[in-house]
C-alpha cells in the first residue's frame, strides 16, 4: 500500500472513531435500499472512501468505482453519491468538471428511467460529510448536478451552515437528513439497508 493510500486510511479510520449523535433521523422517513449497493464520487474528492469503509463495516457488500460510467452499471438497485468536488481528484481521473456533472447524470437518468418502470426497487443516495472544506466552486458544480435529484440527502452539518442544502430538499421535496459527526453515516446506512442487517 503505498504512503499516500496508508495517510488516507489512517484519516477515514480517524473520522470513523469519532463520535456523534444522530440529528433528525427519527423525523425523516428514510427509504429503504436493494442490492446491488454502488459507490461513486460526484466530484472525484475522497469522501466516497469514507462511506464505502462505513458500508462495509456494517458487512455490506458493495462495488466502489469513483469513476463508472452508466453504461456500467449492471445491476445495481442502490447508488450511494458521495458529493465533493477536488481539483486533485479530477486532475488524477484526467477529467474535467463537466465531463463529471455529464457522467453523475448519465448515472440519475438511468435510475430514474429504472425507478419509474420498477417503482421501490431502486435508490439514489447523496452524501455531503466533507463539511466547509466541500463548498468551493467545484464542489457547488457537483452538489448542483446531483442534490436535486436524488431521493434521500444525508448532509454533515458544517456542510450546511448557510441552509443551502435544506433549500435544495425543501424546492425538490427531498427528505434531509442533518448529522453532527461523519460517523453518523453509518447509523444512516444502517437504517437504509435495515433488512439486510437483522439477524
Given at each position: 500500500m503505498s504512503f499516500k493510500k496508508q495517510i488516507l486510511m489512517f484519516l477515514v479510520f480517524?473520522?470513523?472513531?469519532?463520535?456523534?449523535?444522530?440529528?433528525?433521523?427519527?423525523?425523516?422517513?428514510?427509504?429503504?435500499?436493494?442490492?446491488p449497493i454502488l459507490v461513486t464520487s460526484?466530484?472525484?474528492?475522497p469522501?466516497?472512501?469514507?462511506?464505502?469503509?462505513?458500508?462495509?463495516?456494517?458487512?455490506?457488500?458493495?462495488?466502489?468505482?469513483p469513476l463508472i460510467t452508466v453504461d456500467e452499471l449492471g445491476d445495481v438497485k442502490t447508488v450511494l453519491f458521495a458529493i465533493g468536488g477536488s481539483?486533485?481528484?479530477?486532475?488524477?481521473?484526467?477529467?474535467?468538471?463537466?465531463?463529471?456533472?455529464a457522467r453523475i447524470a448519465g448515472i440519475l437518468d438511468k435510475m430514474d428511467e429504472l425507478k419509474e418502470e420498477y417503482p421501490g426497487?431502486?435508490?439514489t443516495v447523496g452524501f455531503h460529510i466533507g463539511g466547509e472544506g466541500r463548498r468551493g466552486d467545484l464542489s457547488q458544480a457537483s452538489i448542483d448536478a446531483t442534490a436535486p435529484r436524488v431521493d434521500l440527502l444525508v448532509v454533515w452539518e458544517e456542510g450546511n451552515q448557510d441552509g443551502m442544502f435544506t433549500k435544495i430538499a425543501e424546492e425538490n421535496d427531498i427528505p434531509l437528513i442533518i448529522i453532527e459527526s461523519v460517523r453518523d453515516t453509518e447509523n444512516i446506512l444502517a437504517k437504509i439497508f435495515a433488512e439486510y442487517l437483522e439477524d
Open positions: 480517524a473520522l470513523v472513531l469519532g463520535f456523534g449523535s444522530l440529528v433528525q433521523a427519527e423525523e425523516v422517513d428514510v427509504p429503504s435500499g436493494k442490492l460526484a466530484g472525484q474528492s469522501d466516497d472512501n469514507m462511506v464505502r469503509v462505513l458500508a462495509t463495516r456494517l458487512g455490506l457488500e458493495v462495488k466502489h468505482d481539483a486533485k481528484g479530477l486532475g488524477e481521473a484526467g477529467i474535467d468538471i463537466r465531463e463529471e456533472e426497487e431502486y435508490l
